[in-house]
T-cell receptor, first 114, second 113 residues
């Protein structure tokens, strides 16, 4: 059981390049989210999804796109990378049952934009 | 928008000392969750509190949810070096999607052996 898998683990981009961060989960969770983590800023929500075909914006969505065509996958696209997008990105999936919820995080992608 | 505050951001304790940290939300939460992130790692779920005034224990860790469901505390008894890491609280607002968690900035705990 792999849990939440993020690829790549590390990436260096040039300003203006685009790329997709991959996230896959094998737990059949309805909910998936993307966060970025910057020093002293905690985890900030970029986009989230409550099920296949449904996505919504979080706190810091500008410069990022997402789609959720299947339950398992939730890719994050950077349209035109900027140095301000240098960060560690975490994908999470979660489920809710009888009021109980728990989020599982991937190992993270460390992105540097030069 | 909803804000979740954790102050201070850093705390240093001597091994064996007790440690308490607090989490305050600007809005009423549906539930509150605590996560721990070891240096270089990813956040790992510790616990969820749902009911007003709820208290839960995990070995040396005690978690409490405030009566108004806007604040929470984490208390560690007799800290050990294995407690080192950053502790985050997070919660969805009442009526919000459970995947729309707002995280505090976290408190980074260091323990002197």
């Amino acid at each position: 059981n792999a849990g939440v898998t993020q690829t790549p683990k590390f990436q260096v981009l040039k300003t203006g390049q685009s790329m997709t961060l991959q996230c896959a989960q094998d737990m059949n969770h309805e909910y998936m989210s993307w966060y970025r983590q910057d020093p002293g800023m905690g985890l900030r929500l970029i986009h989230y999804s409550v099920g296949a075909g449904i996505t919504d914006q979080g706190e810091v969505p500008n410069g990022y796109n997402v789609s959720r065509s299947t339950t398992e996958d939730f890719p994050l696209r950077l349209l035109s990378a900027a140095p301000s997008q240098t960060s560690v990105y975490f994908c999470a999936s979660s489920y809710t049952a009888d009021g109980y919820t728990e989020a599982f995080f991937g190992q993270g992608t460390r992105l540097t934009v030069v | 928008g909803q804000q979740v505050m954790q102050i201070p951001q850093y705390q240093h304790v001597q091994e064996g000392e007790d440690f308490t940290t607090y989490c305050n939300s600007s809005t009423t939460l549906s539930n509150i969750q605590w996560y721990k992130q070891r240096p270089g790692g990813h956040p790992v779920f510790l616990i969820q509190l749902v009911k007003s005034g709820e208290v839960k224990k995990q070995k040396r860790l005690t978690f409490q949810f405030g009566e108004a469901k806007k604040n929470s505390s984490l208390h560690i008894t007799a800290t050990q070096t294995t407690d080192v890491g950053t502790y985050f609280c997070a919660g969805p607002p009442v009526g919000g999607a459970n995947s729309k968690l707002t995280f505090g900035k976290g408190i980074t705990l260091s323990v002197r052996p």
